[in-house]
C-alpha cells in the first residue's frame, strides 16, 4: 500500500492498494478464478434483463446495473488492462503486468475518543462498492417480491381463491 491523501484527516482518503483477491483481499492469488467468475456475471445478467424480462422492473434493472457495473470495473483491473507494472510495488516482479484490482479509497475511525487505537477498513474501490450496495440492494428486493406473492390474491391456490376445508 502506498502513501495515504487523507481528504477528512484521519477518517477518510485515498491510498492505493493492489488486491489479488475478492472483496476484503479474501482469497489472494485467485486473479483468475475471479476473472472468469465476472465473465459468467458479466454474461448472466444481461440474460437476467433482456432474455428472461427482468428490464421490466426498474428497481432490479437498476441494481442489476449497479452489480454489472461492479464487475466490469473490476474484470478490467483483473485482467492487466489498466497497463500497470509490478516494478513500482514489487522488485521481485519487476517488469510483470499487474492483474489484480486498484482498490484506493481509505476509512479508518474510532469506536470511542477514550480509545487510542483507530480501526481500518480495509481499502476498496467504487466497482466494489457498487457490488455490496447492489447484492444488499438485491436481497432487498427479492425479500419485497416474496411478501407480495405471500399477500397476493393468487397465493391460495392455483385458481386464487382460497380453498375452504368445510366444502
Avoid at 481500518?120 to 447484492?135: E, I, R, Y
Avoid at 425479500?143 to 407480495?148: D, I, N, T
Amino acid at each position: 500500500a502506498g502513501d495515504v491523501l487523507w481528504v477528512w484527516p484521519g477518517h477518510a482518503g485515498f491510498q492505493l492498494s493492489l488486491n489479488e483477491g475478492a472483496l476484503f483481499g479474501m482469497g489472494q492469488g485467485g486473479v483468475w478464478f475471479f476473472a472468469a467468475c465476472s465473465v459468467a456475471a458479466a454474461i448472466a445478467i444481461p440474460t437476467w434483463l433482456f432474455a428472461m424480462g427482468g428490464a421490466r422492473d426498474r428497481a432490479i434493472t437498476v441494481v442489476l446495473g449497479c452489480i454489472l457495473g461492479g464487475v466490469l470495473g473490476n474484470l478490467h483491473d483483473r485482467l492487466g488492462l489498466h497497463g500497470l507494472q509490478w516494478s513500482d510495488w514489487d522488485a521481485a516482479r519487476a517488469g510483470e503486468r499487474v492483474y489484480a484490482v486498484r482498490d484506493f479509497v481509505l476509512l479508518a475511525w474510532r469506536w470511542s475518543p477514550q480509545w487510542d487505537e483507530r480501526v481500518v477498513w480495509p481499502n476498496f474501490n467504487v466497482a466494489d462498492s457498487l457490488l455490496v450496495v447492489g447484492a444488499m440492494a438485491l436481497m432487498l428486493l427479492s425479500l419485497r417480491s416474496g411478501e407480495r406473492r405471500q399477500h397476493s390474491p393468487s397465493a391460495g391456490t392455483p385458481h386464487g381463491t382460497p380453498q375452504n376445508p368445510a366444502e
